[in-house]
């Protein structure tokens, strides 16, 4: 069936530096996407969202894109901190699907000193 | 604002034994998700509710698996019996009206079956 799945499994940035979490999905008929962030021990965390009719939406140090031509997403973490450390999921909704989330493998990115 | 109670937050058991989990949402939200999250994997779907009335369980396995909404706010997910698969963190989620997508976490149970 249909699936969202991310690039890398692990990724490591220096403190400080920009970081770039890929995601994959295969489903055309996705009209939502979310990253989520998920600490050890918690449950995942909003960070942003964006619409299939957009290209990019903007937050507080964090970046969407969306590239529906190759059917990719990425978020970027401009001067990646400590407390950024986390595993990053990102997840698509469907149209009718009663707004339901389906959700990537996850991404650990680990905040080098 | 309170965030999504969980209890409790670690449960051993042994296989074949039955096991219940609590979530209390946030206040007002209608919208209450159960997932079912493996080590290294992402939240799977188990059951959705909108205030006491199940929107979707497709992918609940109703053989061992059952989960109720009584009053439309708290929320019990029960295993029984259990198995070794089930081991995973069980989490739990709410959506308030009029928002479509955002949901808010519980921080979950840790459920290992030995």
């Known amino acids: 069936g249909e699936s969202v799945g991310l690039h890398l499994p692990t990724l490591s940035v220096q403190e400080g530096d920009n970081s770039i979490i890929n995601c994959a999905y295969s489903?055309?008929?996705?009209?939502?996407f979310i990253w989520y962030k998920q600490e050890s021990g918690k449950g995942p965390q909003f960070i942003i969202d964006?619409?299939?009719?957009?290209d990019k939406r903007q937050g507080q140090r964090v970046t969407v894109l969306l590239n529906k031509t190759v059917k990719h997403l990425s978020l970027q973490i401009a001067a990646t901190q400590p407390g950024d450390s986390a595993v990053y999921f990102c997840?698509?909704?469907?149209?009718?699907?009663?707004?339901?989330?389906?959700f990537g493998s996850g991404t650990q990115l680990t905040v080098l000193p | 604002e309170a965030g999504v109670a969980q209890s409790p937050r670690y449960k051993i058991i042994e296989k074949r034994q039955s096991v219940a989990f609590w979530c209390n949402p946030i206040?007002?939200?209608?919208?209450l998700y159960w997932y079912q999250q493996i080590l290294g994997q992402g939240p799977k779907l188990l059951i959705q509710?909108?205030?006491?009335?199940?929107?979707?369980d497709s992918q609940l396995p109703k053989d061992r698996f059952s989960a109720e909404r009584l009053k439309g706010v708290d929320s019990t997910l029960k295993i029984q019996p259990a198995k070794l698969e089930d081991s995973a963190v069980y989490l739990c989620?709410?959506?308030?009206?009029?928002?479509?997508?955002?949901?808010?976490f519980g921080p979950g149970t840790r459920l290992t079956v030995t």
């Open positions: 489903n055309s008929a996705s009209d939502y």
């Open positions: 509710f909108q205030n006491n009335g199940v929107v979707d």
């Open positions: 989620a709410s959506r308030k009206p009029g928002q479509l997508y955002e949901q808010y």
């Open positions: 964006i619409r299939s009719n957009m």
């Open positions: 997840a698509e909704t469907l149209s009718g699907s009663a707004r339901q989330l389906t």
């Open positions: 206040s007002g939200h209608a919208t």
